[in-house]
């Protein structure tokens, strides 16, 4: 799938597209849902649809300091949005510049002028623009005078409330793997290179394949049952440590998968790990023979849950 720069003009058969707008974090059920209508308004248009999104996220330019809060990199936003049936995905850089443009100016501008957008689709509760201050209603009044067409998807509801990015988050702080996998339509999953670490695990007779947590959301410390993807496609189930290790010391924030049965080298290598059962939270113990019992019990667990 192609990558567009937004700050470049569009040129050539992706001019005149149908463009789903938001930030589209985890691009959950909701955010499908936006996608959704872009694309079926650009089949029955003969039309290219590209998914626009927001690095880094707006939140982190205005809040720098906040705790990470990603549910998905760029990486597998771009794949995810390539599975929908997108034609490109366009990064819009949020930067100083990108803040201070009106919303007039982002839809007259940049939709209209720089990406030739022939209709937009956001969510009915999106912002944009210096301030916040453009809507649906913005999009319509200013686009309409330019030849943009316009149309907002309400938000998507289950029985308890509206899907949402803050929701899922909220879950995986909680532990609920099970809840976030229903509200994404896919187990959280985590994509990392694989670092060195102080091989306490092989000690143990567990060798991990250390991943840095980077700019995701930390979800509730412990041991998971989790499922690896190796870049050649390979699907592995295992136990994973996330968290601050307090049996070791020093305190080292790292995601630990043990890939069951599996031993050979993933160092330097991009893997990602998907979080499907919250198994029990971190806990610290008097020795490690204690901890291998433990470890033993977990991926017992574990495999069972996986099977």
């Known amino acids: 799938m ?23 974090d985890g691009f959950h059920f909701g955010h499908q849902a936006v996608a ?27 809040k720098p300091d906040v705790a990470p809060f990603r549910l998905t990199s760029l990486d ?6 390539a ?28 939709l209209v002028e720089r990406f030739g957008a022939a209709g937009v689709v956001t969510g009915a509760d999106f912002t944009f623009g210096k301030g916040a201050k453009g809507n649906i209603d913005v999009l319509r009044e200013v686009g309409a005078a330019r030849g943009l067409k316009s149309e907002a998807v309400s938000a ?4 308890d409330d509206v899907i949402s ?11 609920l793997c099970e809840e976030a996998r229903r509200l994404l339509t896919r187990p959280f999953t985590i994509q990392g290179e694989v670092i060195h670490g102080d091989k306490n695990g092989r000690l143990l007779g567990y060798p991990t394949a250390n991943v840095d947590m980077s700019h995701y959301l930390r979800p509730k410390y412990g041991i998971y049952a ?32 043990y890939f ?13 790990v998907e979080l499907h059962h919250f198994l029990r939270g971190e806990e610290k113990f008097d020795d490690l023979d204690a901890l291998k019992v433990q470890m033993e019990k977990d991926c017992d667990r574990a495999r069972e849950l996986l099977a």
């Not at 039309?47 to 205005?62: G, K, M, Q, S």
């Not at 069951?260 to 990602?272: K, W």
């Open 260 to 272: 069951f049965d599996f031993s050979e080298d993933l160092y330097g290598q991009t893997i990602e």
């Open 36 to 62: 959704g209508k872009a694309l079926s308004w650009a089949r029955e248009e003969g039309r290219p649809t590209i998914i626009a999104t927001f690095d880094p996220h707006p939140v982190r330019f205005f």
């Open 226 to 257: 989790v499922k690896g993807r190796l870049p050649d496609g390979r699907v592995l189930n295992g136990a994973a440590n996330l968290g601050i290790r307090p049996s070791f010391d020093p305190p080292k924030e790292l995601l630990e998968p």
């Open 2 to 24: 192609i990558r567009l720069n937004g700050k470049e003009r569009i040129e050539g058969d992706l001019r005149g597209a149908i463009i789903a707008l938001g930030n589209f």
């Open 165 to 175: 990015s803050s929701r899922i988050r909220k879950a995986l702080k909680e532990g």
């Open 76 to 81: 597998q936003r771009q794949r995810l949005f």
């Open 83 to 110: 599975d929908a049936g997108a034609s490109a995905m366009l990064v819009f850089e949020f930067d100083a510049g990108l803040a201070a443009t009106t919303a007039e100016d982002f839809v007259a501008k940049l």
């Open 156 to 159: 998507i509801s289950d029985s």
